[in-house]
């Protein structure tokens, strides 16, 4: 009922920068968070960043000050700006999104497909 689309993933060396965007299109009646979420292979998948609705970022602490979340509510569409990118961010990144598509159901989590992050020289 909801698709996600992701992009932007790829190989990038140390320092590099990445551009990650999502794009949500399906029965949406409201979006409510949208965010990133990446798991490295053997880890447990971990929150990146997110936003609300409102604006409202939550980042984590190894990502703060390198990488920037925003959406476009207009178009159903977050990016992730990872910028001084480490080895230790390579991962798979995961859109993931809170949207309310039945009223009567309440809100649901949506996922994207999940995109390559590599980081290396």
């Known amino acids: 009922q909801v698709q996600l689309v992701e992009s932007g993933g790829g190989l990038v060396q140390p320092g590099g920068s990445l551009r990650l965007s999502c794009a949500a299109s399906?029965?949406?009646?409201?979006?409510?968070?949208m965010g990133w979420y990446r798991q490295a292979p053997g880890k447990a998948r971990e929150l990146v960043a997110a936003?609300?609705?409102?604006?409202?970022?939550n980042y984590a602490d190894a990502v703060k000050g390198r990488f920037t979340i925003s959406r476009d509510n207009a178009k159903n569409t977050v990016y992730l700006q990872m910028n001084s990118l480490k080895p230790e961010d390579t991962a798979v990144y995961y859109c993931?999104?809170?949207?309310?598509?039945?009223?009567?159901?309440?809100?649901?989590?949506?996922w994207g497909q999940g995109t390559q992050v590599t980081v290396s020289s």
């Open positions: 399906g029965r949406i009646r409201i979006m409510n968070n």
């Open positions: 936003q609300t609705r409102g604006g409202t970022t």
């Open positions: 993931y999104v809170n949207v309310i598509i039945n009223p009567i159901n309440g809100p649901v989590d949506q």
